[in-house]
């Protein structure tokens, strides 16, 4: 039997810098990017910048700069473009001319992912119908070679007929699967109304910084965790139990920079958890460069969602990879990311802010797991009480004893 093993696809990845970004910025933009790319399981092989005060509209990037990406692409056997933000069909079809190979934004790229992450009905219905609304008004590029057939005598040409054809049939087909996704909410709005009054807490943050491993912690299941984007599509609830108090803890999907909206909207059903808890605890990655601005995406979405004002906690979370410098006595120079320490951190407004109660652990190692259960047994027995004022008296007695 002859064994064939799946070529791996190289890549470039191209980028602008915008007046407002600054290189370091845009690096950690195309590092994000590319860590992407490597979870759809192709290899970047060389990254394009170029400094823009607003995108080419024919062909993203300016043409001497493409044309440069054109050398490269047939020099160097690349088999995919992706760009790090997401092209019109104009774009897509001018680029694709020029560069010769298959091209991919960095929508098309997440949802790539999310397609072959999708494990449950649910997820895989949610996904198609995000690829669908994304492809529709694309159709047009996919039959640029059908152009040369289109007659000026009979004004409709095979190809355009086949265009609207496919229009129809994808229309046909987002219909039918909002159709499944209006059932599917019904179900699990009544899964969510079936749990009961118990109080529901549930993980949110940016993909990758570790909720499935902290669920795992936590409710002592074996939720999927791993070290790529998106490991978690389908939310996942579990009953966990603090110190006999019971709750309901909900695993959500990571949230990104860019998320593409018809995800956002296709992924209600699953978003609808972060929308009905009581209480959010919002999971950050501390080890990354630029944790402060995945705070800010994290925020800006939940805001989307209309939970920008639920309670929370943040879990800064990986101190064990928190690399840092710590200062010696007699250096004046003012402290900077790489030589805050953890106490430093702790002063900062992340670790103040009012409204936001928060604590520093490592999930892998299990530092600080447990300040980081009482803090939470705290919040969901203040929710508790608020909901049931008579049972303040018997959580009274039970601590006591």
């Known amino acids: 039997m002859i064994e064939t093993t799946r070529k791996i696809e190289r890549t470039v990845l191209v ?13 950690d933009y195309l590092d994000e990017l590319s860590f992407l790319t490597e979870t759809a399981g192709a290899l970047p092989v060389k990254r394009f910048k170029q400094r823009l005060n607003a995108p080419n509209h024919s062909t993203f990037v300016g043409t001497g700069k493409l044309q440069e990406i054109a050398a490269f692409v047939k020099d160097n056997d690349i088999d995919i473009a992706i760009f790090d933000d997401e092209l019109t069909p104009s774009q897509l079809r001018n680029i694709e001319k020029e560069l010769g ?11 790539d992912i999310f397609a072959g992450r999708a494990r449950t009905s649910h997820a895989r219905t949610q996904v198609e119908l995000a690829q669908y609304q994304y492809l529709l008004p694309r159709l047009t590029g996919l039959w640029t070679h059908l152009e040369r057939q289109r007659g000026g005598i009979g004004l409709k040409g095979p190809g355009e007929t086949e265009i609207e054809t496919d229009r129809r049939i994808i229309r046909d087909r987002i219909a039918y ?7 599917i909410d019904t179900q699990m709005s009544t899964q969510r109304k079936n749990r009961g009054k118990m109080v529901r807490v549930s993980l949110v943050g940016y993909t990758n910084v570790g909720k499935s491993t902290i669920m795992n912690l936590l409710s002592k299941s074996d939720v999927f965790a791993e070290n790529k984007l998106f490991a978690t599509l389908d939310t996942t609830v579990r009953k966990v139990v603090v110190s006999n108090l019971p709750f309901l803890l909900s695993d959500t999907v990571g949230f990104i920079r ?5 995800l956002v909207e296709s992924f209600k059903s699953t978003l609808d958890e972060v929308r009905e808890s009581d209480l959010l605890v919002h999971v950050v990655d501390i ?5 402060e601005e995945q705070i800010k995406v994290v925020d800006e979405t939940l805001k989307e969602l209309g939970s920008g004002a639920k309670p929370v906690i943040l879990v800064f979370n990986k101190i064990d990879a928190f690399c840092y410098v710590e200062k010696d006595e007699f250096d004046l120079t003012p402290i900077s990311r790489e030589n805050y320490s953890l106490t430093d951190l702790k002063k900062t407004w992340m670790a103040s802010e009012a409204n936001r109660k928060s604590v520093f652990i490592s999930a892998k190692t299990k530092e600080n797991v447990e300040e980081m259960r009482t803090l939470l047994y705290d919040e969901v027995k203040r929710i508790h009480i608020q909901r049931y004022p008579y049972n303040e008296f018997l959580y009274e007695v039970s601590e006591q004893q």
């Open 258 to 262: 860019k998320l593409p909206h018809d």
């Open 177 to 183: 699967l909002k159709e499944q996704l209006k059932k």
């Open 101 to 111: 190979v298959r091209i991919l934004d960095r929508t098309n790229l997440i949802l």
């Open 15 to 27: 980028g602008i810098i915008y007046p407002w970004q600054d290189d370091r910025e845009v690096e």
């Open 287 to 291: 080890s990354h460069p630029r944790f």
